[in-house]
Protein backbone atom coordinates (compact mmCIF):
# COMPACT_ATOMS: atom_id res chain seq x y z
CA UNK A 1 0.00 0.00 0.00
CA UNK A 2 2.88 2.33 0.73
CA UNK A 3 4.24 2.06 -2.26
CA UNK A 4 1.13 2.81 -4.43
CA UNK A 5 1.34 6.16 -2.15
CA UNK A 6 4.55 6.79 -3.77
CA UNK A 7 3.97 6.50 -7.19
CA UNK A 8 0.77 8.46 -7.27
CA UNK A 9 1.42 12.27 -7.56
CA UNK A 10 -0.48 15.62 -9.20
CA UNK A 11 0.41 16.33 -13.01
CA UNK A 12 -0.79 19.85 -14.79
CA UNK A 13 -1.03 20.64 -18.81
CA UNK A 14 0.74 23.74 -20.17
CA UNK A 15 0.29 25.00 -24.14
CA UNK A 16 3.62 24.68 -25.97
CA UNK A 17 4.31 25.73 -29.69
CA UNK A 18 6.35 23.65 -31.96
CA UNK A 19 8.50 26.10 -34.67
CA UNK A 20 10.05 24.83 -37.99
CA UNK A 21 12.95 25.27 -36.58
CA UNK A 22 12.21 22.39 -34.18
CA UNK A 23 11.12 20.19 -37.17
CA UNK A 24 13.77 17.71 -38.34
CA UNK A 25 11.59 16.82 -41.27
CA UNK A 26 10.87 17.80 -44.23
CA UNK A 27 7.06 18.42 -45.90
CA UNK A 28 6.29 18.25 -49.58
CA UNK A 29 3.03 19.65 -50.66
CA UNK A 30 1.09 16.53 -52.11
CA UNK A 31 -0.74 17.45 -56.16
CA UNK A 32 -3.90 16.37 -56.17
CA UNK A 33 -4.66 14.02 -58.77
CA UNK A 34 -7.23 13.48 -61.12
CA UNK A 35 -10.07 11.15 -59.35
CA UNK A 36 -12.55 11.16 -62.26
CA UNK A 37 -9.55 9.83 -64.50
CA UNK A 38 -9.18 6.96 -62.18
CA UNK A 39 -12.59 6.30 -61.96
CA UNK A 40 -12.97 5.85 -65.58
CA UNK A 41 -9.78 3.99 -66.83
CA UNK A 42 -10.13 1.58 -62.96
CA UNK A 43 -11.52 -2.41 -63.56
CA UNK A 44 -11.23 -5.22 -61.66
CA UNK A 45 -7.85 -6.21 -63.36
CA UNK A 46 -5.93 -3.18 -62.58
CA UNK A 47 -7.24 -2.99 -58.47
CA UNK A 48 -5.76 -6.98 -59.00
CA UNK A 49 -2.57 -5.54 -60.54
CA UNK A 50 -2.62 -3.07 -58.17
CA UNK A 51 -2.79 -5.31 -55.10
CA UNK A 52 -0.32 -7.57 -56.37
CA UNK A 53 2.23 -4.85 -56.65
CA UNK A 54 1.73 -3.81 -53.10
CA UNK A 55 1.94 -6.92 -51.92
CA UNK A 56 4.65 -8.41 -53.51
CA UNK A 57 5.04 -11.13 -56.66
CA UNK A 58 1.89 -13.15 -57.55
CA UNK A 59 1.50 -16.25 -55.77
CA UNK A 60 2.80 -14.61 -52.39
CA UNK A 61 -0.43 -15.01 -50.79
CA UNK A 62 0.63 -17.06 -47.23
CA UNK A 63 -1.56 -20.52 -47.15
CA UNK A 64 -4.34 -20.09 -44.77
CA UNK A 65 -4.32 -22.92 -42.64
CA UNK A 66 -7.60 -23.96 -40.21
CA UNK A 67 -6.71 -24.41 -36.70
CA UNK A 68 -8.58 -27.02 -35.18
CA UNK A 69 -10.41 -26.69 -31.79
CA UNK A 70 -8.94 -28.74 -28.99
CA UNK A 71 -10.26 -29.21 -25.51
CA UNK A 72 -7.49 -29.43 -22.80
CA UNK A 73 -8.27 -30.68 -19.83
CA UNK A 74 -7.52 -28.58 -16.82
CA UNK A 75 -6.10 -31.04 -13.72
CA UNK A 76 -8.04 -31.00 -10.59
CA UNK A 77 -6.87 -28.80 -7.17
CA UNK A 78 -6.52 -31.39 -4.24
CA UNK A 79 -10.00 -29.53 -2.79
CA UNK A 80 -12.15 -30.40 -5.62
CA UNK A 81 -10.74 -33.31 -6.06
CA UNK A 82 -11.97 -34.34 -2.72
CA UNK A 83 -15.70 -32.85 -3.16
CA UNK A 84 -16.21 -34.74 -5.95
CA UNK A 85 -15.24 -37.55 -4.75
CA UNK A 86 -17.87 -36.97 -1.84
CA UNK A 87 -20.22 -35.99 -3.76
CA UNK A 88 -19.81 -39.31 -6.37
CA UNK A 89 -20.49 -41.10 -2.84
CA UNK A 90 -23.38 -38.93 -1.43
CA UNK A 91 -20.94 -37.98 1.40
CA UNK A 92 -22.79 -34.70 2.17
CA UNK A 93 -22.43 -34.34 5.85
CA UNK A 94 -18.80 -35.06 5.40
CA UNK A 95 -18.71 -32.88 2.60
CA UNK A 96 -19.93 -29.57 4.72
CA UNK A 97 -17.82 -30.14 7.29
CA UNK A 98 -14.57 -30.69 4.93
CA UNK A 99 -15.70 -27.26 3.41
CA UNK A 100 -16.00 -25.81 6.71
CA UNK A 101 -12.80 -26.84 7.83
CA UNK A 102 -11.09 -26.09 4.58
CA UNK A 103 -11.88 -22.58 4.39
CA UNK A 104 -11.13 -21.89 8.30
CA UNK A 105 -7.48 -23.10 7.29
CA UNK A 106 -7.73 -21.08 4.34
CA UNK A 107 -8.24 -17.78 5.67
CA UNK A 108 -5.75 -18.24 8.93
CA UNK A 109 -3.38 -19.18 6.02
CA UNK A 110 -1.89 -22.55 7.65
CA UNK A 111 -2.31 -24.49 4.31
CA UNK A 112 0.94 -23.60 2.20
CA UNK A 113 1.13 -23.93 -1.51
CA UNK A 114 1.85 -27.68 -1.65
CA UNK A 115 -1.94 -27.98 0.44
CA UNK A 116 -3.62 -25.92 -2.59
CA UNK A 117 -1.50 -27.50 -5.40
CA UNK A 118 -3.11 -30.30 -8.08
CA UNK A 119 -4.13 -33.35 -7.73
CA UNK A 120 -1.48 -36.41 -8.39
CA UNK A 121 -2.36 -37.99 -11.82
CA UNK A 122 -2.33 -41.33 -10.38
CA UNK A 123 -5.31 -39.92 -8.25
CA UNK A 124 -6.61 -39.14 -11.25
CA UNK A 125 -6.08 -42.14 -13.04
CA UNK A 126 -7.50 -44.33 -10.71
CA UNK A 127 -10.82 -42.26 -10.04
CA UNK A 128 -11.12 -42.78 -14.37
CA UNK A 129 -10.76 -46.37 -13.69
CA UNK A 130 -13.19 -46.61 -10.98
CA UNK A 131 -15.11 -44.77 -13.39
CA UNK A 132 -14.79 -47.62 -15.92
CA UNK A 133 -14.85 -50.48 -13.47
CA UNK A 134 -18.43 -49.04 -12.40
CA UNK A 135 -19.79 -48.80 -15.62
CA UNK A 136 -18.53 -52.13 -16.72
CA UNK A 137 -20.17 -53.78 -13.68
CA UNK A 138 -23.40 -52.23 -14.58
CA UNK A 139 -22.63 -53.83 -18.33
CA UNK A 140 -22.34 -57.39 -16.59
CA UNK A 141 -25.12 -57.48 -14.64
CA UNK A 142 -27.18 -56.73 -17.61
CA UNK A 143 -25.72 -58.88 -19.62
CA UNK A 144 -25.96 -61.29 -17.04
CA UNK A 145 -30.23 -60.60 -16.78
CA UNK A 146 -29.97 -60.80 -20.54
CA UNK A 147 -28.39 -64.56 -20.37
CA UNK A 148 -30.52 -65.10 -17.82
CA UNK A 149 -34.14 -64.96 -19.75
CA UNK A 150 -32.12 -66.10 -22.67
CA UNK A 151 -31.35 -69.38 -20.95
CA UNK A 152 -35.09 -69.61 -19.31
CA UNK A 153 -36.71 -69.31 -23.22
CA UNK A 154 -33.75 -71.59 -24.46
CA UNK A 155 -35.17 -74.37 -21.33
CA UNK A 156 -38.84 -73.63 -22.53
CA UNK A 157 -37.92 -74.19 -26.11
CA UNK A 158 -36.07 -77.55 -25.11
CA UNK A 159 -39.02 -78.71 -23.08
CA UNK A 160 -41.25 -77.97 -26.43
CA UNK A 161 -39.01 -79.70 -28.12
CA UNK A 162 -39.07 -82.81 -25.81
CA UNK A 163 -43.03 -83.07 -25.68
CA UNK A 164 -43.98 -82.42 -29.61
CA UNK A 165 -41.05 -85.17 -30.45
CA UNK A 166 -42.96 -87.47 -27.63
CA UNK A 167 -45.83 -86.92 -29.21
CA UNK A 168 -44.95 -87.13 -32.52
CA UNK A 169 -43.36 -90.54 -31.97
CA UNK A 170 -46.56 -91.56 -30.45
CA UNK A 171 -48.41 -90.65 -33.45
CA UNK A 172 -46.87 -92.03 -35.59
CA UNK A 173 -47.15 -95.50 -33.24
CA UNK A 174 -50.67 -94.88 -32.94
CA UNK A 175 -50.52 -94.57 -37.57
CA UNK A 176 -48.66 -97.63 -38.32
CA UNK A 177 -51.18 -99.69 -35.67
CA UNK A 178 -53.69 -98.03 -38.26
CA UNK A 179 -52.29 -99.37 -41.24
CA UNK A 180 -51.60 -102.25 -39.95
CA UNK A 181 -55.50 -102.70 -38.68
CA UNK A 182 -56.36 -101.65 -42.20
CA UNK A 183 -54.54 -104.24 -44.09
CA UNK A 184 -56.13 -106.71 -41.97
CA UNK A 185 -59.27 -105.58 -42.14
CA UNK A 186 -59.04 -105.08 -45.87
CA UNK A 187 -57.72 -108.89 -46.27
CA UNK A 188 -60.59 -110.05 -44.28
CA UNK A 189 -63.06 -108.31 -46.34
CA UNK A 190 -61.76 -109.33 -49.87
CA UNK A 191 -62.89 -112.46 -48.66
CA UNK A 192 -66.57 -111.57 -49.24
CA UNK A 193 -66.07 -109.54 -52.58
CA UNK A 194 -67.09 -112.37 -54.57
CA UNK A 195 -69.81 -113.26 -52.15
CA UNK A 196 -71.31 -109.63 -52.14
CA UNK A 197 -70.79 -109.58 -56.39
CA UNK A 198 -73.05 -113.26 -56.09
CA UNK A 199 -75.55 -111.70 -54.04
CA UNK A 200 -75.86 -108.79 -55.86
CA UNK A 201 -75.96 -110.62 -59.06
CA UNK A 202 -78.88 -112.84 -57.52
CA UNK A 203 -80.39 -109.76 -56.47
CA UNK A 204 -80.69 -108.20 -60.18
CA UNK A 205 -81.70 -111.89 -61.55
CA UNK A 206 -84.58 -112.15 -58.68
CA UNK A 207 -85.64 -108.42 -59.61
CA UNK A 208 -85.77 -109.08 -63.22
CA UNK A 209 -87.22 -112.43 -62.59
CA UNK A 210 -89.72 -110.77 -60.39
CA UNK A 211 -90.46 -107.77 -63.36
CA UNK A 212 -91.17 -110.43 -65.86
CA UNK A 213 -93.19 -112.24 -63.76
CA UNK A 214 -95.40 -109.06 -62.95
CA UNK A 215 -95.76 -108.72 -67.04
CA UNK A 216 -96.87 -111.84 -67.81
CA UNK A 217 -99.19 -111.45 -64.75
CA UNK A 218 -100.55 -108.84 -66.13
CA UNK A 219 -100.62 -110.17 -69.94
CA UNK A 220 -102.17 -112.93 -68.44
CA UNK A 221 -104.92 -111.30 -66.71
CA UNK A 222 -105.85 -108.78 -70.19
CA UNK A 223 -106.10 -112.20 -71.31
CA UNK A 224 -108.66 -113.42 -69.05
CA UNK A 225 -110.58 -110.61 -68.62
CA UNK A 226 -110.98 -110.39 -73.20
CA UNK A 227 -111.97 -114.01 -72.68
CA UNK A 228 -114.38 -113.42 -69.83
CA UNK A 229 -115.75 -110.91 -72.39
CA UNK A 230 -115.44 -112.99 -75.00
CA UNK A 231 -117.27 -115.94 -73.24
CA UNK A 232 -119.73 -113.51 -71.55
CA UNK A 233 -120.82 -112.05 -75.80
CA UNK A 234 -121.08 -115.64 -76.69
CA UNK A 235 -123.35 -117.09 -74.35
CA UNK A 236 -126.48 -114.99 -74.97
CA UNK A 237 -125.98 -115.61 -79.12
CA UNK A 238 -125.55 -119.25 -78.60
CA UNK A 239 -128.75 -119.78 -75.94
CA UNK A 240 -130.71 -117.14 -77.97
CA UNK A 241 -130.94 -116.45 -81.53
CA UNK A 242 -130.66 -112.84 -82.53
CA UNK A 243 -133.42 -111.21 -83.96
CA UNK A 244 -130.69 -108.56 -85.51
CA UNK A 245 -128.48 -110.50 -87.91
CA UNK A 246 -126.82 -106.78 -88.94
CA UNK A 247 -125.63 -107.03 -85.21
CA UNK A 248 -124.41 -110.61 -85.11
CA UNK A 249 -122.42 -109.91 -88.85
CA UNK A 250 -120.88 -106.58 -86.92
CA UNK A 251 -119.42 -108.74 -83.92
CA UNK A 252 -118.37 -111.34 -86.74
CA UNK A 253 -116.37 -108.65 -88.37
CA UNK A 254 -114.99 -107.78 -85.62
CA UNK A 255 -113.87 -111.17 -84.86
CA UNK A 256 -112.23 -111.10 -88.31
CA UNK A 257 -110.85 -108.09 -88.22
CA UNK A 258 -109.09 -109.25 -84.90
CA UNK A 259 -107.77 -112.03 -86.64
CA UNK A 260 -106.66 -110.15 -89.71
CA UNK A 261 -104.61 -108.16 -88.00
CA UNK A 262 -102.99 -111.37 -86.31
CA UNK A 263 -102.77 -112.94 -89.35
CA UNK A 264 -100.69 -109.26 -90.69
CA UNK A 265 -98.53 -109.13 -87.71
CA UNK A 266 -97.81 -112.81 -88.24
CA UNK A 267 -97.23 -112.31 -91.82
CA UNK A 268 -94.77 -109.30 -91.12
CA UNK A 269 -97.19 -106.65 -93.14
CA UNK A 270 -96.33 -103.18 -92.75
CA UNK A 271 -98.79 -100.92 -89.83
CA UNK A 272 -101.47 -98.23 -90.70
CA UNK A 273 -101.80 -95.14 -89.45
CA UNK A 274 -105.78 -94.40 -88.21
CA UNK A 275 -107.04 -92.11 -90.38
CA UNK A 276 -108.77 -89.76 -87.37
CA UNK A 277 -107.49 -88.76 -84.41
CA UNK A 278 -108.03 -90.45 -81.09
CA UNK A 279 -110.37 -88.86 -78.29
CA UNK A 280 -108.78 -86.97 -75.07
CA UNK A 281 -109.69 -88.95 -72.06
CA UNK A 282 -107.49 -85.56 -70.21
CA UNK A 283 -109.49 -83.00 -72.55
CA UNK A 284 -112.18 -82.10 -69.71
CA UNK A 285 -109.72 -82.94 -66.90
CA UNK A 286 -107.89 -80.01 -64.38
CA UNK A 287 -104.34 -80.67 -63.02
CA UNK A 288 -103.41 -78.26 -60.28
CA UNK A 289 -100.48 -76.66 -60.85
CA UNK A 290 -97.69 -77.93 -58.61
CA UNK A 291 -96.35 -76.09 -55.06
CA UNK A 292 -92.80 -75.93 -56.24
CA UNK A 293 -91.92 -74.30 -52.67
CA UNK A 294 -93.22 -76.98 -50.71
CA UNK A 295 -90.84 -79.59 -52.79
CA UNK A 296 -88.35 -81.38 -51.21
CA UNK A 297 -85.30 -83.97 -52.07
CA UNK A 298 -86.74 -87.32 -51.23
CA UNK A 299 -83.94 -90.15 -52.87
CA UNK A 300 -80.66 -89.76 -54.26
CA UNK A 301 -79.61 -93.14 -55.50
CA UNK A 302 -76.58 -94.12 -58.33
CA UNK A 303 -77.86 -95.04 -61.38
CA UNK A 304 -75.30 -95.06 -64.06
CA UNK A 305 -71.53 -94.77 -64.07
CA UNK A 306 -71.23 -91.62 -66.30
CA UNK A 307 -73.95 -88.66 -67.08
CA UNK A 308 -77.83 -89.46 -67.11
CA UNK A 309 -78.71 -88.20 -70.39
CA UNK A 310 -82.91 -88.55 -70.31
CA UNK A 311 -85.69 -90.21 -68.13
CA UNK A 312 -88.91 -91.03 -68.56
CA UNK A 313 -91.67 -92.41 -66.11
CA UNK A 314 -93.76 -96.13 -67.09
CA UNK A 315 -96.71 -95.05 -68.31
CA UNK A 316 -98.83 -97.90 -65.44
CA UNK A 317 -96.34 -98.43 -63.11
CA UNK A 318 -94.24 -96.67 -60.59
CA UNK A 319 -91.09 -97.48 -62.36
CA UNK A 320 -88.33 -94.68 -64.21
CA UNK A 321 -86.72 -95.40 -66.79
CA UNK A 322 -82.99 -93.78 -67.41
CA UNK A 323 -80.39 -93.87 -70.37
CA UNK A 324 -76.51 -92.79 -70.00
CA UNK A 325 -73.54 -91.60 -71.79
CA UNK A 326 -72.07 -95.27 -70.26
CA UNK A 327 -74.32 -96.67 -73.12
CA UNK A 328 -76.90 -98.78 -71.23
CA UNK A 329 -80.72 -98.04 -70.05
CA UNK A 330 -82.04 -98.57 -66.92
CA UNK A 331 -85.71 -99.03 -64.65
CA UNK A 332 -85.90 -98.47 -60.90
CA UNK A 333 -88.81 -98.63 -58.80
CA UNK A 334 -89.91 -95.02 -57.29
CA UNK A 335 -89.08 -94.25 -54.85
CA UNK A 336 -86.95 -96.69 -52.98
CA UNK A 337 -84.61 -96.63 -56.37
CA UNK A 338 -84.14 -100.38 -56.60
CA UNK A 339 -83.13 -101.77 -60.04
CA UNK A 340 -85.62 -103.97 -61.54
CA UNK A 341 -83.56 -104.30 -65.21
CA UNK A 342 -80.95 -102.85 -67.07
CA UNK A 343 -80.02 -103.26 -70.81
CA UNK A 344 -76.79 -102.95 -72.69
CA UNK A 345 -76.43 -103.66 -76.70
CA UNK A 346 -75.45 -99.79 -77.99
CA UNK A 347 -72.10 -99.29 -79.06
CA UNK A 348 -72.52 -95.45 -77.72
CA UNK A 349 -73.82 -93.33 -75.58
CA UNK A 350 -77.58 -93.51 -75.36
CA UNK A 351 -79.61 -90.32 -75.52
CA UNK A 352 -83.05 -91.28 -75.52
CA UNK A 353 -85.90 -94.09 -74.19
CA UNK A 354 -89.35 -94.03 -73.94
CA UNK A 355 -92.13 -96.55 -72.72
CA UNK A 356 -94.68 -98.59 -74.91
CA UNK A 357 -97.96 -97.07 -73.92
CA UNK A 358 -99.11 -100.77 -72.46
CA UNK A 359 -95.65 -101.00 -70.70
CA UNK A 360 -94.15 -103.94 -72.44
CA UNK A 361 -91.54 -102.40 -74.36
CA UNK A 362 -88.75 -99.24 -74.80
CA UNK A 363 -87.32 -98.02 -77.57
CA UNK A 364 -84.06 -96.44 -77.11
CA UNK A 365 -81.84 -94.34 -79.36
CA UNK A 366 -78.29 -93.95 -79.18
CA UNK A 367 -74.95 -92.18 -80.27
CA UNK A 368 -73.78 -94.91 -82.72
CA UNK A 369 -77.16 -94.02 -85.13
CA UNK A 370 -79.49 -96.70 -84.22
CA UNK A 371 -82.71 -96.96 -82.85
CA UNK A 372 -83.63 -100.17 -80.38
CA UNK A 373 -86.74 -101.50 -79.42
CA UNK A 374 -86.68 -104.12 -76.37
CA UNK A 375 -89.04 -106.40 -74.92
CA UNK A 376 -89.69 -106.54 -71.20
CA UNK A 377 -91.31 -110.22 -71.36
CA UNK A 378 -88.41 -111.79 -73.36
CA UNK A 379 -85.54 -109.24 -71.46
CA UNK A 380 -83.84 -108.75 -75.38
CA UNK A 381 -83.83 -106.47 -78.22
CA UNK A 382 -86.24 -106.79 -80.46
CA UNK A 383 -85.59 -104.80 -83.16
CA UNK A 384 -82.58 -102.88 -84.56
CA UNK A 385 -83.37 -99.90 -86.52
CA UNK A 386 -80.19 -98.50 -88.94
CA UNK A 387 -81.67 -96.07 -91.40
CA UNK A 388 -80.02 -92.92 -89.49
CA UNK A 389 -76.62 -91.57 -90.78
CA UNK A 390 -75.54 -89.80 -87.65
CA UNK A 391 -76.51 -89.56 -83.70
CA UNK A 392 -79.95 -90.08 -82.51
CA UNK A 393 -81.10 -87.27 -80.41
CA UNK A 394 -84.65 -88.62 -79.15
CA UNK A 395 -87.55 -91.04 -79.32
CA UNK A 396 -91.03 -91.51 -79.06
CA UNK A 397 -93.70 -93.76 -79.24
CA UNK A 398 -97.45 -93.20 -80.79
CA UNK A 399 -100.17 -93.55 -78.51
CA UNK A 400 -101.16 -96.68 -79.82
CA UNK A 401 -97.83 -98.45 -79.77
CA UNK A 402 -97.16 -99.57 -83.44
CA UNK A 403 -95.04 -96.70 -84.46
CA UNK A 404 -91.89 -94.83 -83.00
CA UNK A 405 -90.83 -91.58 -84.14
CA UNK A 406 -86.67 -90.74 -84.27
CA UNK A 407 -84.70 -87.32 -84.52
CA UNK A 408 -81.00 -87.20 -85.45
CA UNK A 409 -78.35 -85.03 -85.96
CA UNK A 410 -78.54 -85.92 -89.85
CA UNK A 411 -81.16 -82.96 -90.12
CA UNK A 412 -83.80 -85.52 -90.29
CA UNK A 413 -86.55 -87.50 -88.39
CA UNK A 414 -87.64 -90.75 -89.36
CA UNK A 415 -91.43 -92.98 -88.46
CA UNK A 416 -90.78 -96.60 -87.84
CA UNK A 417 -93.01 -99.55 -87.82
CA UNK A 418 -92.63 -101.71 -84.78
CA UNK A 419 -93.97 -104.66 -86.27
CA UNK A 420 -92.22 -104.57 -89.22
CA UNK A 421 -88.82 -102.35 -88.23
CA UNK A 422 -89.06 -100.75 -91.72
CA UNK A 423 -88.86 -96.62 -92.07
CA UNK A 424 -92.17 -95.41 -93.13
CA UNK A 425 -91.56 -91.87 -93.31
CA UNK A 426 -88.77 -89.48 -93.79
CA UNK A 427 -89.20 -86.08 -92.49
CA UNK A 428 -86.74 -83.32 -94.03
CA UNK A 429 -86.80 -79.80 -93.41
CA UNK A 430 -83.92 -78.76 -90.89
CA UNK A 431 -80.77 -77.44 -92.01
CA UNK A 432 -79.32 -78.26 -88.90
CA UNK A 433 -79.57 -81.38 -86.09
CA UNK A 434 -83.16 -82.11 -84.93
CA UNK A 435 -82.79 -82.38 -80.79
CA UNK A 436 -86.30 -83.71 -80.19
CA UNK A 437 -89.32 -84.84 -81.11
CA UNK A 438 -92.50 -85.91 -79.68
CA UNK A 439 -96.06 -87.12 -80.60
CA UNK A 440 -99.28 -84.43 -80.60
CA UNK A 441 -101.52 -86.71 -77.62
CA UNK A 442 -103.82 -89.00 -79.48
CA UNK A 443 -103.10 -87.97 -83.11
CA UNK A 444 -101.10 -88.65 -86.09
CA UNK A 445 -99.09 -85.26 -85.52
CA UNK A 446 -95.39 -84.68 -84.93
CA UNK A 447 -93.46 -82.29 -83.21
CA UNK A 448 -89.74 -81.47 -84.00
CA UNK A 449 -87.52 -79.10 -82.05
CA UNK A 450 -83.99 -78.48 -84.45
CA UNK A 451 -80.67 -76.55 -83.79
CA UNK A 452 -81.96 -74.18 -86.67
CA UNK A 453 -84.14 -71.99 -83.85
CA UNK A 454 -87.39 -73.09 -85.01
CA UNK A 455 -90.06 -75.92 -84.12
CA UNK A 456 -91.96 -77.67 -86.75
CA UNK A 457 -95.25 -79.72 -86.84
CA UNK A 458 -95.53 -82.65 -88.86
CA UNK A 459 -98.02 -84.61 -90.52
CA UNK A 460 -96.58 -88.67 -90.31
CA UNK A 461 -99.12 -89.80 -92.84
CA UNK A 462 -97.67 -87.68 -95.75
CA UNK A 463 -94.92 -86.19 -93.64
CA UNK A 464 -95.34 -82.83 -94.93
CA UNK A 465 -95.03 -79.94 -92.70
CA UNK A 466 -97.90 -78.38 -91.41
CA UNK A 467 -96.79 -75.61 -89.59
CA UNK A 468 -92.90 -73.82 -88.49
CA UNK A 469 -92.55 -71.74 -85.21
CA UNK A 470 -90.06 -69.19 -85.45
CA UNK A 471 -88.78 -66.61 -82.72
CA UNK A 472 -85.98 -68.84 -80.79
CA UNK A 473 -82.56 -66.92 -80.92
CA UNK A 474 -80.42 -69.89 -79.82
CA UNK A 475 -81.06 -74.03 -80.18
CA UNK A 476 -84.65 -75.25 -79.37
CA UNK A 477 -83.51 -79.06 -77.37
CA UNK A 478 -86.96 -80.01 -76.65
CA UNK A 479 -90.58 -79.27 -77.38
CA UNK A 480 -94.13 -80.69 -75.47
CA UNK A 481 -97.66 -80.64 -75.99
CA UNK A 482 -100.31 -80.23 -72.83
CA UNK A 483 -102.35 -83.37 -72.22
CA UNK A 484 -105.47 -81.75 -71.60
CA UNK A 485 -104.76 -78.70 -74.43
CA UNK A 486 -103.80 -81.25 -77.48
CA UNK A 487 -103.16 -78.29 -79.75
CA UNK A 488 -100.92 -76.20 -77.27
CA UNK A 489 -96.91 -76.91 -77.75
CA UNK A 490 -94.17 -75.18 -75.10
CA UNK A 491 -90.50 -75.74 -76.24
CA UNK A 492 -87.42 -74.93 -74.70
CA UNK A 493 -84.10 -73.62 -76.10
CA UNK A 494 -80.32 -73.34 -75.12
CA UNK A 495 -78.68 -70.19 -74.25
CA UNK A 496 -75.38 -69.30 -75.17
Aim: hydrophobic share 30%; charged share 30%.
Amino acid sequence: MEGEAKVEGVYTLEEETIEESDDDLEFEEVVEEDDEDLDDEEDLETAMKTILKKDGPAGAFPAHVEKKAEVQRRPEVIDDFIRNFLISKSMTKTLEAFQTEWYELQQKGKLSDEDVAVVPDLYLRNRQLDGIIQQLRKDLEKAQEVAEKAKNTWDKLRKERDFHRMHHKRVVQEKNKLVVDIKRLKKHYSHFEPTLKELQHKYEVAMKEKMLMRLERDKLSHKVESLERTVKADVPKRSLPSPNQSGGKSQDKKISMTHAETNKENANEDSVLPPDDRENPFLDSEFDPPKVENMSLRKTFKAHGAAVSNICVHPRKPILGTCSDDGTWRMYSIPNGDLIMSGDGHKDWVSGMDFHPRGTHAVTGSGDGTVKIWSFSSASCTSTLRDHTQAVWSVAYHDLGDFVVSASMDHTAKLWDTATGRCQQTFRGHVDSVNHVTFQPFSNNICTASGDKTVSLWDSRSGLCIQTFYGHLNSVTCAAFSLRVGNQCDSCWLYP
